[in-house]
T-cell receptor, first 116, second 115 residues
Framework: AQSVTQLDSHVSVSEGTPVLLRCNYS??????LFWYVQHPNKGLQLLLK??????LVKGINGFEAEFKKSETSFHLTKPSAHMSDAAEYFC??????????????FGGGTRVLVKP | NAGVMQNPRHLVRRRGQEARLRCSPM?????VYWYRQLPEEGLKFMVY????????ESGMPKERFSAEFPKEGPSILRIQQVVRGDSAAYFC?????????????FGQGTRLTVV
């Protein structure tokens, strides 16, 4: 069984300062990991994904994440927060095997507040 | 190429009524997934369908919930005799193929309110 833990339910940052969203996962296999963003009353948008290639993954809107197998972590960072980054962020792991299709296991989410 | 389309966006039902949620996957996508998001929580997997077949329904409540993905037309998530606890956002995702590395594209969700 797989699981995802997002260590912070809320993160508050000032505009222009770095953002760090923490995520730890549990998986019996080599996982695929994703970060999705959800703006209020909107659907989910993929920020980036790790699929066993480079451990440092660059995504859209200046976000990046680093896969650390020894720490079972996949933290999301951005050097400088923008007001438009205020949203909820989900760390996600993909299930294994073709029979699972693309079944995803979500973390509980981190709500980001950006202060001017 | 339109994205994943869900309708309605908002649905209000009285306790005991039926709710029907529709999802049209992206063009060329034959894999559909339904997720439920309760208030202040992450999304939870409900069911995975491929055209005319239910592949994995391990996340579906045992009663009142059903899903289908017919050969023609959208996927339908059906909730019979709704209760207040069914109030949630229901998201549909689709992918072009199976496999953990394949991106799933999400619709904007249907927000069900049971009064």
């Amino acid at each position: 069984a797989q699981s995802v833990t997002q260590l912070d339910s809320h993160v508050s940052v000032s505009e222009g300062t770095p953002v760090l969203l923490r995520c730890n996962y549990s998986s019996s296999y080599s996982p695929s990991l994703f970060w999705y963003v959800q703006h209020p009353n909107k659907g989910l948008q993929l920020l980036l994904k790790y699929t066993s290639a480079a451990t440092l993954v660059k995504g859209i809107n200046g976000f990046e994440a680093e896969f650390k197998k020894s720490e079972t972590s996949f933290h999301l960072t951005k050097p400088s927060a923008h007001m438009s980054d205020a949203a909820e962020y989900f760390c996600v792991v993909s299930d294994q095997g073709k029979a699972a299709g693309n079944k995803l296991t979500f973390g509980g989410g981190t709500r980001v507040l950006v202060k001017p | 190429n339109a994205g994943v389309m869900q309708n309605p966006r908002h649905l209000v039902r009285r306790r005991g009524q039926e709710a029907r949620l529709r999802c049209s996957p992206m063009k060329g996508h034959s894999h559909v997934y339904w997720y439920r998001q309760l208030p202040e929580e992450g999304l939870k997997f409900m069911v995975y369908l491929q055209k005319e077949n239910i592949i994995d329904e391990s996340g579906m409540p045992k009663e009142r919930f059903s899903a289908e993905f017919p050969k023609e037309g959208p996927s339908i998530l059906r909730i019979q005799q709704v209760v207040r606890g069914d109030s949630a956002a229901y998201f549909c995702a689709s992918s072009v193929m199976a496999g953990q590395n394949t991106e799933a594209f999400f619709g904007q969700g249907t927000r069900l309110t049971v009064v």
